[in-house]
């Protein structure tokens, strides 16, 4: 199994309409792929006082590589594109993969 996380500290003043539009648009638009079997929404707890913000992590969980690339080649850019416009500038976001052992 692939872990396909998304890592986004967002700025206070869009934070509860960012979680709104990630529940009710987003994950729904990523999840209808069919790349993925499962996601989990996650608010990252042991924040760093330096930091302003609060950081969530969306974790989608892929069966194998082939459909994470799919995804990844198809899906991706245009999604990532409608997040970028919509919060530019109140956002800071990274990926990471991770392969279940």
Known sequence: ????????????EIREEWIDWMRN????E???TG???EFKFMKLLSEDPNNTGTTYCIQYFCENPDKLNHYLEN???A???EHFEKYKGKHVA???L???I
């Open 1 to 12: 199994m692939i872990l396909y996380n998304v890592t986004v500290n967002v700025e206070e």
């Open 25 to 28: 648009k987003h994950i729904g």
């Open 30 to 32: 990523v999840m209808g």
């Open 35 to 37: 790349c993925f079997m």
């Open 75 to 77: 899906f991706a850019p």
């Open 79 to 81: 999604l990532q594109k």
């Open 94 to 96: 990274f990926r990471t």
């Open 98 to 100: 991770l392969e279940e």
